[in-house]
């Protein structure tokens, strides 16, 4: 083998690694020690509503409110109240046996809240069942809130 195909192959060997890697990363987050807790809300819960959702659970408190109307590809602005405090809060918006893309929206902390400028997808079918999904990032867990909402 000539030495212009032993680089090549090495770094092809290289690329197999890191295509493997990448794959095998979500799976070995959650088998790293990283439990998932699924905080589920109240079902008349309003992010809508002035005071947002709130939920207690688990030693859990954690609030989101939606600080303008919910609408698709309009920017909206959202405020997180969670404690105890995480390292880290995201959101994204789902919908139940359909995949909306992805998109997710960091939440940056301004002293006991947090707030994200988000943007709900378009929905090809033009269903408006929405359901927000907070992630919120403490060491060894992370914690799921998932709100139901409806776009008008
Ligand atoms: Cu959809």
Redesign the pocket.
Known sequence: MGRQEGLIMIGAQAAGILGLTALLLPLAVYAGGEQVLSLTPAVDCTPTSSAGCSMTQAGYRVTLRFDAPARSLSPLPLTLVAIPVPQKAEVRFV?TG?D?GMNRFAFRRTGSEWHARAMIPA???G?ADWIAVVCLSYPQRIVEMRVPFITP
């Open positions: 919908m359909m909306m929905c090809s079918s269903r």
